[in-house]
């Protein structure tokens, strides 16, 4: 196929701010790590790795943060209201969620 997209490829596409992409981004990577909800995470983790791969394929960095001690995130013992009180995030959400992020961009289309 030459250069050109089809109509549909092209009704596909939309702008996106880099700038407000990252800040969105920022904010579902630091709320899907805060939460001590395991439904939460199991709903959001797809989603929130799905938006940082796309944030890195469009040269915004998205840190994972730092699990902090005694952190109780991804190691639920029981579910609480949501929407709960914000946690440290552990190191198993913050592992669990970079690793789909390779995940979800091997397997996104160049």
Request: glycine letters at 10%.
């Amino acid at each position: 196929m030459g250069g050109r997209r089809s109509p549909i490829e092209e009704r596909d596409r939309c702008g996106v701010d880099p700038a407000v992409y990252a800040e969105f981004t920022r904010g579902l990577v630091a709320r899907h790590c805060r939460t001590g909800h395991s439904v939460i995470l199991a709903l959001s983790e797809s989603l929130v790795a799905t938006a940082v791969a796309l944030a890195r394929r469009a040269g915004v960095e998205v840190e994972m943060p730092d699990s902090g001690p005694g952190a109780v995130c991804g190691g639920v013992q029981r579910d609480v209201r949501v929407p709960g009180s914000p946690r440290t995030p552990s190191a198993a959400v913050v592992t669990a969620l970079d690793t789909r992020v390779r995940e979800m961009d091997r397997w996104m289309a160049r």
